[in-house]
């Protein structure tokens, strides 16, 4: 059931300049996640312009990002689920430029958006 209260930001790891080598350092095995995709401040804000997920391999997925964007952040999940959860309440929050639609998620009624409740 959505609430009209407000629902916190998901926590993320500090932000990092985006290569193959600090993704590999960072994200050690396969795992679901979702991340955040922008540039980096002097005061390691990041300016957000992409919000995404991977359902079963975060740092293959980031990855493929290197060279596109210089920042990222990201956080781990036990499942793919909870990634496309994390992805949602990022994509309504930050409303990140280069997102051109809602996040899919893979069908159900599980895969209900956590802000909006849109099925795929």
């Given amino acids: ?3 009209n209260r407000p629902m916190p930001l998901p926590e ?3 932000p990092d300049v985006l290569t193959k080598e600090k993704v590999d350092s960072a994200i050690r095995q396969k795992t ?3 991340y ?3 540039s980096l401040g002097d005061n390691k804000v990041m300016s957000v312009s992409y919000v995404g997920r991977s359902d ?3 740092a293959a997925k ?3 990002h290197a060279g596109n964007y210089p920042a990222f952040a990201y956080a781990t999940t036990a499942s793919a689920l909870l990634a496309y959860r994390g992805e949602c ?3 309504h929050a930050l409303k990140p430029s280069k997102n051109v639609m809602h996040p899919l998620g893979k069908g ?3 895969w209900a958006c956590p802000v909006c409740g849109q099925q795929s």
């Fill in 89 to 91: 309440r990022l994509y």
């Fill in 108 to 110: 159900g009624a599980e």
């Fill in 56 to 58: 079963d391999d975060l």
């Fill in 1 to 3: 059931m959505l609430s």
């Fill in 12 to 14: 993320l790891q500090d």
């Fill in 62 to 64: 980031l990855k493929r």
């Fill in 36 to 38: 955040v995709l922008g």
């Fill in 32 to 34: 679901a996640g979702f």
